[in-house]
């Protein structure tokens, strides 16, 4: 299984949009080693998780074929995860030659109608009819383009449902992003239908950050915690691998100091652009 993160930053990116504080200063001096962008990822150059802002940055500047991506699993609405108006560019006159013409796309009830919302104006129907819309409830399992994948409710935003995904090819993959520490029953199902992680990917929004967490995202505490009651329930490899994402400029997730205090703590820290197989 290869996995490449795209984007490694929260909502705000890093540095943020609009924030001069000293990290984002900081990262403005060396935006090659530095610069984060919205969170992505893809497994094996067909399947994709999640479809931010950033989505087209991503394809142009680390030279992909988005048009090879079949399957794309959405956790959330939230604008850094899921821009839906890209999509009206996934056909007609705008692209030629696409490498898998039809798109299967997943997310929670939510995803779907800011689907319908961001295409309503531009879509055109021979554009459309090629994006197939599967709604996901928590909790159940379906395969997609011969990978095996669980959809387990984060603990993210009382406004909608949330999702993490388990993706099991010929490794497994736990992605667990937007989310605070997961209800107990998303190890029990995990371990009732044999999902065994090889790398495990987690919401790092606070990292280090002092101070009460809001249960919303995790840091370096609570990935320690969801890490040993992964091992507790036996869904984790004994050599897996653990990396952190979702960095918040509040945490000052420049490299080589995230780095460091990832690695302190037995995580990888992942940056825009980091490629590896397992
Ligand atoms: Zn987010
Ligand atoms: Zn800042
Ligand atoms: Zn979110």
Request: glycine residues 6%.
């Amino acid at each position: 299984m290869e996995i490449r993160y795209l984007g490694t930053a929260a909502a705000e990116g890093f540095p943020a949009a609009f924030c001069n504080c000293e990290y984002c200063r900081a990262a403005r001096a060396d935006l090659a080693r530095e610069w984060r962008t919205r969170s992505q990822m893809l497994v094996d150059r067909k399947l994709m998780i999640d479809f931010p802002p950033d989505s087209y940055v991503h394809a142009a500047g680390f030279g992909f074929d988005l048009s090879a991506v079949r399957t794309l699993l959405v956790t959330h609405s939230h604008t850094d995860h899921f821009y839906a108006q890209e999509f009206v560019n996934r056909g007609y006159k705008f692209a030629e030659g696409m490498s898998a013409p039809i798109l299967d796309l997943y997310g929670n009830s939510e995803v779907l109608a800011v689907y319908r919302e961001g295409t309503r104006r531009e879509m055109r129907e021979s554009v459309a009819q090629n994006i197939r819309l599967h709604e996901l409830q928590p909790y159940t399992c379906f395969t997609a383009d011969g990978y095996e994948v669980a959809a387990l409710p984060a603990s993210h935003t009382p406004k909608e449902q949330a999702l993490l995904y388990a993706v099991r090819g010929d490794k497994t993959l736990f992605y667990f992003n937007d989310t605070g520490l997961p209800d107990e029953g998303v190890y029990r199902f995990l371990a009732e239908r044999g999902f065994v992680a090889d790398v495990v990917s987690f919401d790092c929004t606070f990292a280090d950050a002092p101070g009460e967490h809001s249960a919303r995202h995790m840091g370096f505490a609570e990935n320690e915690i969801v890490r040993e009651k992964m091992a507790r329930f036996r869904i984790i490899r004994q050599d897996a691998k653990y990396y952190v994402t979702h960095f918040s400029h509040n945490s000052a997730p420049l490299r080589d100091r995230i780095e460091r205090e990832a690695a302190r703590r037995g995580f990888i820290a992942a940056y825009d652009g980091m490629t590896f197989t397992v």
